[in-house]
């Protein structure tokens, strides 16, 4: 009579449960009990299937799929090699085995393979099955399932946001996409210390690699003179037409945009702005704005130029309300206003949104997706999501207000609170246990309340 393995552990599993592969010992017990009394195998082959089967069913529900695969095929190994001279029944048998743990024995999936399997994962919202997948990709070194792990822990794909996580993932990837990613997690620091000389450092490097995303950002960098770099139009041109080449759809349309490159101001040209922007000259107050804003022929005051460039733009001068955008979300030197840089990116929108869109095409995208999500939707959370990593920080505001579980909410207030939204601050403050901290977020309250005062 034929030993049929898979009917064997078909008819374990229906006796027991298929709760008794948790129980290796158990199961190990009952393989052993249903040892043939004839000798059909030979008892070498069968002492192999014993110790192979040990070897997957320990494994059990890991979860590294990856993992699971690399068990079965060592167990088939130990069969096939302890069988002696009957290999063809050794592989018979193994074939068996594998196909009775439900291993499909075969040619093996490969690794571009297991990433689409992931995202199709993802696409049904399958998150645990995608992330093991993923995990077992990653821990073999593959940088697409490393990005793809940063990518969901960043956005809370089924799992805790976790910046620390992303960034392990980030640093693991060491792809254009992901130095890029990183770059921009070390300018805001999220997951860890802001630290703006490591970001502009990532995004050169990202840039040497070829990526568009990275030279336009670098554009923008020196093109404003932020993130601690001086600005330099000649960089930032150089910068921008690079990725522009690449077809990188915002550099193109900031290409028309760009200031031709000066020379520094002297005593007798700042005279005469100040001169001018004391006699209501809008445009003569922002190029002075941007003097005091660079050090260019003056001693270098942001403050001044914040000053003035708030001034032109009351007076209605586009450039300014820009400027102020700008200085209030993405400049590391200037504290974060956004209740600040959202009433002029009101006003410039008003004033010209097209070409508001060519400058900040991210912030009219966050708006828009913003706003488009129904007060009824269930996944609520993930599109406001969607509209504050676009920059408009709002939508963190309003995923806070939407749990009343303080636990919850605090962690998205604080997103909110850290880019100077002034309802958030209000918002978090109060539910904040630790006086130190509460008391830190309260200056910070109090200086965007000076801010908001000179709107």
């Keep these: 009579m034929k030993y049929d393995l898979t009917s064997v552990i078909s008819s374990i599993i229906k006796a027991k449960g298929e709760d008794i592969i948790d129980r290796p010992d158990e199961f190990m017990r009952v393989l052993l009990a249903s040892a043939p009394d004839t000798e059909p195998l030979a008892p070498t082959i069968y002492a192999a299937l014993v110790n192979g089967a040990v070897m997957i069913i320990a494994q059990g529900k890991n979860d590294d799929a990856v993992g699971q695969t690399n068990s079965v095929k060592i167990a088939i190994e130990i069969l096939i090699n ?8 050794a592989i018979e048998v193994a074939v068996s085995f594998a ?3 439900g291993y499909v024995f075969g040619e093996e999936k490969s690794d571009t393979q297991l990433i689409e399997d992931a995202k199709a994962h993802i696409q049904k919202k399958e998150y645990d099955e995608a992330i093991k997948l993923l995990n077992g990709l990653d821990a073999k070194g593959n940088s697409d399932a490393a990005f793809l792990l940063a990518n969901i822990y960043y956005n809370g794909i089924g799992v805790p946001v976790s910046y620390k996580k992303t960034i392990s993932f980030l640093e693991k990837a060491k792809t254009p996409d992901s130095i890029n990613m990183l770059a921009r997690l070390y300018a805001e620091g999220k997951g860890c210390t802001k630290d703006t000389k490591k970001a502009v450092s990532l995004w050169e490097e990202a840039a040497s690699l070829g990526s568009a995303t990275a030279e336009y950002q670098l554009g923008v960098i020196y093109l404003n003179g932020i993130l601690g770099i001086k600005a330099d139009i000649k960089k930032a041109t150089a910068y921008i037409k690079s990725s522009a080449k690449k077809g990188f759809a915002p550099a193109q349309k900031a290409l028309s945009a760009l200031p031709k490159e000066h020379t520094a101001l002297t005593v007798d040209e700042i005279s005469e702005l100040e001169e001018a922007s004391n006699k209501g000259d809008i445009k003569a107050a922002y190029s002075l704005a941007n003097a005091y804003f660079k050090g260019d022929g003056v001693l270098q005051s942001k403050t001044k130029a ?3 460039y708030t001034k032109a733009a009351n007076d209605g001068h586009f450039p300014s309300m820009v400027a102020l955008i700008t200085r209030y979300t993405i400049d590391a030197s200037i504290v974060p206003v956004w ?5 002029w990116y009101e006003k410039a929108k008003s004033t010209n949104k097209a070409k508001l869109n060519v400058i ?3 912030l009219i995208t966050g708006e828009e997706l913003y706003l488009k999500v129904p007060k009824t939707a269930k996944n609520k959370r993930e599109r406001y999501e969607e509209a504050a990593k676009k920059g408009y920080v709002t939508a963190y505001t309003e995923i806070g207000k939407m749990y009343k579980i303080d636990s919850k909410a605090v962690p998205y207030l604080k997103l909110a609170a850290d880019r100077g939204d002034k309802e958030a601050l209000e918002l978090l403050i109060p539910k904040l246990t630790d006086q130190k901290e509460a008391e830190a977020y309260q200056k910070l309250l109090d200086y965007v309340n000076t801010v908001v005062s000179t709107l």
């Design 306 to 308: 914040i000053e003035l």
């Design 360 to 362: 900040h095409p991210d």
């Design 339 to 343: 209740t600040a840089a959202k009433y």
């Design 99 to 101: 196909a009775a743990l």
């Design 82 to 89: 302890e069988a002696g001279a009957d290999k063809d029944k």
